[in-house]
């Protein structure tokens, strides 16, 4: 479509930018602030171009319902989805269809809640084990630590097994594909991925460093036929209703890529999150702290569950989602033709001050007294039929590790750290901090 004819198709509620760029030049340079520009322009939604793309971001729950929700047949998961398949494949995450709502019926059992109290005896070790380590250093990156231990949960959760030996190749791999990935999201032309270039070269050895680690314990699984109390045992195991089929090995690559992915990084950067905010509100830290002694220092206490719901509104690890239009639609009276391709971004949403009392506060009580809300005003985990299916997993993981953590050590992490919005929503340069224990 040429942009003279975009630019007069979206003249009502059209954000100009650039001539040729669009918006893009301003996305790429900060795209946090980009959002929460755009909104000022029309209140719910904008329209705007990245480079030649038409775009329309959503800015208000009752739209974004609609696109999640109401009329979620009519839109795939957006471009950026496209970048993360070489790494996925056609996991839960990228795929679509029927083919997606076939995988959705065989891992949903897996992430069941009592399933997910089965696991809380490794959450529980395995958090011990890192405690012990970093007891004796006066200072440490808090977010490093939080990757190795979410990795070692999710690795011990997933395949019944630690993978210390294949450890630092396999997060060396993870962070190589995310940034790599993003870094192909943000650009509207990418080199082929058969172009013999360093950066090229770097991302396909990533992809073939995870590929030789997962298929090696898939082949190893299929061969031993011995059950396991495991995630990779209940995938392999898991019979479609309706046709009784199990997964190949593809898809059995595909979705244990996805959760290590969605499993590992995305619960480290709010567990980061976390500690960083209430290192910065020593109120909010010393109610947390009574309130867990009070409970026998137990991981399911009412004022952490509102510590994490608040860090998730502030710092939710999927900052933004896009979809992509199949056919025309109509979104708050606004035409949307087919193939638009549609941005909504959580971080903006989640700190509108016009769904939110003091939006920029971390407040956790708010959730005590805000009950009513908008189920798509706050949505760290998606919504609609693509709701996260490890919302439960995350959350268990992430009460055990603060309520071990903070009942063992006295931290400070005074210096500033500025947010990194990639693929999700990082701690830009870490969080190095200081321990004393308690």
Known sequence: MKRSTIDSMYKDIYVKGHPIFGQGLKF??????????????????????????????????????????????????????????????NGLLTNEGESWLSQRRLAQPAFHKQKIQGFIEVMESSTEAMIDVIRTQPEVDLHDWMMKLTMDIVSRTMFGIQVKEDEERVEQALSVAIESSYGRVQRLINPPLWLPIKSIRRYNQSIRDLNEVVNTIISNRRQSKTRHDDLLDMFMYAEDEDTQETMSDSQLRDEVMTIFLAGHETTANALTWALYILNKHQNKQAQLLEDLKSNDWSYNTPYLNLVIKETLRLFPPAWAVGRRALENDEIGGVEVPAKSNITICAYQVHRDPELWDQPDVFMPERFEYEKEYHKFQYFPFGGGPRFCIGNNFAQLEMQIILSQFLRQFEYDCSKEIEKEPMITLR???????QLTQR
């Not at 701690?427 to 901090?433: D, M, N, R, W």
């Open 427 to 433: 701690p830009k340069g870490g969080l190095s901090a």
């Open 28 to 89: 790429k340079a900060d795209p946090l602030a980009f959002f929460e520009e755009i909104k000022t322009y029309n209140p719910g939604i904008q329209k705007f171009r990245f480079g030649y793309l038409p775009m329309v971001n959503l800015s208000h729950p009752e739209l974004i319902k609609h696109v999640l929700q109401t009329n979620n047949k009519n839109y795939y998961k957006g471009r950026e989805y496209m970048h993360l398949r070489p790494v996925l494949g």
